[in-house]
């Protein structure tokens, strides 16, 4: 950086260390744009952000680490990509380095800004550890890293994915051997290890590398290959049926991965080809025509993939987030509106489906040999089915890393595991992937709903029979947007510091769980059986109507989250509508008493 070190002299910001902090900046960091962009910031007199920059550090945590591109500590750019790397690279040696130094780590990357030279500089501290890495050549969706760590038994995966975060993130995801995300106490140790080695040898900038290592390889084609091999066991019944089905479909990567994965992922189930949704169709990391690249956002999102539907005569629309882990649905009533199916209405299909197709090809394999997984703040839909059918249900903290790892856990003891998910659209539809997988549950949900087609049936008049059969869940939920963290402590020290409260309005409370601090009323020892994580903020609030609402922080974004459901037993006289009703009104409640919006400036979901 010789044409930057003659400018480190004139930075004169008033304060020494902050004048230290950059030119120690300068000093490290050999990428060109995050220096410009550091010193046009001095210019500007940006000092404040500056500060917050370059004296803070991203915390790594079970997610990994996720957060703006720039300069400085709590941005990520190549300086904390490769302090991040060195430090995991260190922390496998010492926990499992036979694995680590046979079979290496395998590292993936999305199609967002940065994400392949991330992605290389991730490689090049392995390599520079003695630990081969298996390095996509191409941008690939994050299952099908997560699906390489366990066809390769490596000792962990690096996926480089803000996922549905805005153009700007960027993030370092990380896979443990068992193919499934980190849980306790592994980021906390990768986190000391990070700390630990934080001087950048120069070697570590040399991508080139790459090119002469005898430790990398390319495991692109060969995972395409074996991926859609194994998803063929998800395929049930005759294809020709699909083929012939009169179901047309259109489907959006959002700008994202997922075009060619999906399509081939249709070829496999022998689906008619969906509609492409054209201005959506390529990877763009700027994600021109979204605010948020997110399909959960709903209507807001899939606006375009609507306008596509309606000039295409398609029934219905699949989408896929950036990184094609997750997947949305919305439907054409008969009136020609679109109905998004919100992530618990297509959890209760899916996981219906999941044993529908699974008995159905494995008759004889006893039901109480089966379960299925979701969050503790997803719908208790699947809970319910259980309790018919027989299979076993499990709930776990919210998160794919909770949910596969225990899957993973009961797989070792014999049970199969049929299906998992959370209600922010992440779905696991059996088990090649332990993580949510948008390209494996898009042709099964597709699939099935050719079938209903071919029936004269819908997915809707599908998801109605399921709620005659089994009881209605009806659910609401959403966010606000905090972006002052001291904000979001106000609000649930309230919650707790004073004794929980007894009641929300009108609303008597009868039960309290706080995952926070581990406590539930409603266990003799007032004991939570969920983990305890004092990490997130986390209440839910169960009420004696049979409504449960929970109220949470997220992981990776500055939201808090709202959840609230209400659930009637089959053959109830209480239609849909009244039921909703009755769920708004006490989701209304929740926020003005527990969020009080205007009074804490949070800023509602938008769309």
Not at 590 to 596: A, H, N, Y
């Amino acid at each position: 950086m010789q044409d930057l070190t003659a400018k480190e002299a004139d930075i004169k910001t008033g304060s020494s260390k902050l004048d230290d902090e950059i030119q120690s900046w300068l000093a490290i960091d050999r990428n060109e744009s995050t220096c410009a962009q550091l010193l046009s910031m001095v210019k500007e007199r940006q000092y404040t952000q500056l500060e917050a920059m370059l004296t803070n550090r991203m915390a790594f945590g079970t997610a990994g680490l996720r957060a703006r591109m720039g300069p400085g500590y709590a941005c990520m750019n190549d300086v904390t990509v490769i302090q991040t790397s060195q430090g995991f690279g260190k922390y496998l040696l010492e926990v499992q380095e036979s694995l680590a130094k046979e079979n290496g780590v395998a590292i993936g990357f999305d199609a967002r800004h940065n994400s392949a030279r991330f992605a290389k500089l991730a490689a090049v501290a392995m390599i520079r550890l003695g630990i081969p890495v298996h390095l996509f050549s191409d941008y690939t969706p994050t299952p099908f890293l997560a699906y390489s760590v366990r066809k390769y038994k490596t000792a962990a995966g690096i996926m480089v994915t803000a996922s549905h975060n805005p153009k700007d993130d960027n993030g370092y995801k990380v896979f443990w051997s068992n193919g499934a995300q980190i849980i306790p106490p592994h980021d906390r140790n990768i986190a000391q290890h990070i700390l630990e080695n934080l001087e950048i040898h120069p070697e570590a900038w040399n991508i080139d590398l790459l090119g002469t290592s005898k430790l990398r390889s390319d495991p692109y084609a060969d995972i395409f290959s074996n991926y859609y091999k194994d998803l063929e066991n998800y395929v049930v019944g005759d294809k020709n049926s699909l083929a012939s089905s009169n179901l047309k479909l259109t489907y959006t990567p959002m700008h994202g991965v997922g075009q060619k994965f999906m399509k081939q992922s249709f070829t496999v189930f022998g689906l008619n080809q969906f509609v492409s949704v054209l201005e959506q169709s390529e990877p763009d990391p700027d994600f021109p025509t979204v605010t948020f690249p997110n399909p959960e956002e709903g209507k807001s999102a899939l606006d375009l993939a609507m306008k596509a539907a309606d000039a295409n005569g398609s029934n219905v629309i699949i989408a896929n987030d950036p990184d094609a882990d997750r997947l949305a649905c919305a439907e054409r009533s008969e009136s020609g509106s679109w109905r998004v199916f919100n992530g618990n209405e297509l959890g209760s299909m899916l996981g219906t489906i999941a044993y529908e197709n699974f008995k159905s090809t494995n008759p004889n394999i006893p039901n109480e040999k089966l379960y299925m997984v979701a969050s503790t703040v997803s719908s208790k839909f699947l809970k319910s089915m259980s309790q018919q059918e027989g299979f076993l249900f499990e709930e776990c903290l919210t998160g794919f890393k909770w949910m596969a790892n225990y899957a993973l856990r009961k797989m070792a003891e014999g049970y199969t595991c049929l299906f998992a998910y959370e209600e922010s659209i992440g779905y696991m539809y059996g088990t090649n992937v332990m993580d949510k997988d948008g390209i494996s549950a898009g042709p099964v949900l597709a699939a099935y709903a050719s079938k209903l087609y071919n029936k004269g049936s819908t997915l809707s008049q599908y998801l109605h029979s399921l709620y005659a059969k089994y009881g209605y869940h009806i659910s609401n939920d959403s966010y606000y947007l905090c972006y002052d963290p001291p904000t979001i402590q106000t609000i649930f020290r309230a919650l707790r510091d004073n004794g929980y409260p007894t009641h929300c309005g009108k609303y008597k409370i009868i039960n309290v769980r706080d995952v926070t601090t581990g406590y539930d009323s409603s266990f003799e020892d007032k004991k939570s059986v969920l983990p305890t994580d004092p990490s997130c903020q986390m209440l839910t609030f169960s009420f004696d109507n049979g409504c449960v609402g929970t109220l949470r922080t997220s992981g990776t974004e500055p939201k808090i989250k709202y959840y609230t459901e209400i659930i009637s037993p089959p053959q109830s006289e209480s239609s849909r509508e009244v039921l909703a009703e009755q769920l708004v009104d006490l989701k209304n409640t929740l926020i003005e008493t527990f969020l009080q919006p205007e009074k804490h400036g949070l800023k509602a979901k938008s769309g």
